[in-house]
């Protein structure tokens, strides 16, 4: 696996790259996670000790779950990270007649410290791991105190960054993201705004039921700001996002600015219609955007021999934009002018933390380290800048798995 040079990008590659690159965007890792290894983030709350069933509603109130382990090497992956004097529960359950996890997958690895019965005398059981020695550890009854949880997530979609894709309805190219704390519609175009987002925009009834259904599954039951206003000085009803008004559902009376410029969906009340609703009244609300596209054209394969990488050149991880695999790549940046300095900005980095690294070094040889990368900083500006006309980056990955890798520009001056 390796690295090529991109010299031509095409107008339609650089729109989307320059697309990727705009300031303000969101990590792929919920906030407070790492990502550490085959694309998970994980979250240690660390001074929080609880049973089993708090631990588990404490990761499903964060979208999130409990650790699962499916072979030795992800409990070495986890014990590179969180090696200590601690126990954490993890997802393992015993359903009466074999170890399964709590997503339903059978546990076909185990690593118990002693023999482990799964019977119906033993479905109460719940069971952590010690993060000194790996070893798993049963609770009769998941009421061991002395626990602490961690919680993990996988990295979200590429196309929607923290997002989440929609995959229900007749769209299947918007990202969305609810956020349920009461706001001001002003605020919360706003927040959306900050994101590359806005206020959902509904041109169809499969967006308008796919937008009350998610209402609905996260408890909105008083109603939502939807991204449409009354502009009072041109007498008309305006997305905020500028788009055509080509659809409208509003409940019968309605619109009727008496009771406000902007609109709210019902949902206990008018369920899926449009009210009006003063623009000052907090309510929840849910971001929309459309998925992001890359070409993957300028994904390289495999490491390139003799390859050298010049000022202006873009340089990519192996498979950028997907699952790099394990890689050793070295990338000599050079300028010809030696009385010049050499610069890479990383533009984005995602590796996994337990066994993924960029190490950027000063000048082709030698040992001294400018800096080193491994996790996430998603989209970024990271410039490291060599005291000679020569920069060598070394990409060890040995795991790359479901994580999308690096973006990186050489410069001089």
């Not at 309805?169 to 969305?176: A, E, H, L, N, Q």
Request: net charge negative; aromatic share 14%.
């Amino acid at each position: 696996n390796a690295i090529v040079k991109v010299i031509n990008l095409t107008p339609r590659m650089r729109l989307l790259l320059l697309l990727q690159f705009l300031p303000v965007l969101v990590p792929a890792c919920l906030t407070g996670y790492s990502l550490v290894y085959d694309g998970q983030c994980f979250i240690k709350y660390s001074s929080n000790t609880q049973n089993y069933a708090d631990a588990k509603n404490t990761c499903a109130s964060g979208d999130s779950h409990l650790p699962q382990f499916y072979s030795q090497q992800d409990v070495n992956n986890f014990l590179s990270m969180y090696k200590a004097s601690d126990y954490y529960w993890i997802g393992l359950l015993c359903d009466g007649e074999k170890f399964v996890w709590e997503d339903g997958t059978v546990a076909n690895y185990t690593n118990f410290l002693n023999a482990e019965i799964c019977d119906a005398a033993h479905v109460t059981y719940r069971y952590n791991i010690f993060a000194y020695d790996g070893k798993w550890r049963s609770s009769s009854d998941g009421t061991y105190f002395y626990v602490v949880p961690i919680c993990v997530a996988n990295v979200r979609s590429w196309t929607c960054d923290s997002y989440y894709l929609m995959e229900q309805g007749k769209s299947d190219d918007t990202c969305y993201l609810v956020d349920s704390k009461p706001t001001a519609q002003s605020v919360a175009e706003a927040n959306c705004e900050s994101q590359r987002a806005h206020l959902s925009t509904i041109h169809d009834q499969a967006f308008n039921d796919f937008v009350k259904r998610t209402a609905v599954g996260h408890g909105l039951t008083m109603g939502i700001f939807i991204g449409l206003k009354h502009d009072s000085q041109n007498d008309k009803y305006v997305w905020s996002d500028l788009s055509e008004v080509d659809y409208t559902n509003f409940a019968p009376g309605f619109p009727d600015e008496t009771f406000g410029e902007c609109v709210a969906m019902g949902i206990n009340l008018f369920p899926g219609k449009w009210i009006n609703a003063e623009c000052s009244e907090p309510l929840p609300y849910i971001c929309a955007k459309p998925a992001l596209t890359y070409d993957d054209s300028v994904s390289p394969q495999g490491c390139v021999e003799d390859a050298e990488f010049y000022p202006g050149d873009e340089v990519f991880s192996p498979t950028w934009g997907s699952a790099t695999g394990p890689a050793l790549c070295d990338y000599p940046l050079m300028d010809l002018d030696k009385s010049k300095k050499v610069t890479v900005e990383i533009l984005f980095f995602e590796s996994n933390s337990c066994c993924d690294t960029l190490t950027i070094y000063d000048g082709l040889v030698g040992t001294k380290v400018l800096k080193t990368l491994t996790g996430y900083y998603g989209f970024t500006s990271i410039n490291v800048t060599s005291t000679s006309n020569a920069i060598r980056m070394e990409w060890n990955a040995k795991s790359g798995a479901h994580v999308r890798g690096w973006h990186a520009r050489v410069s001089s001056a």
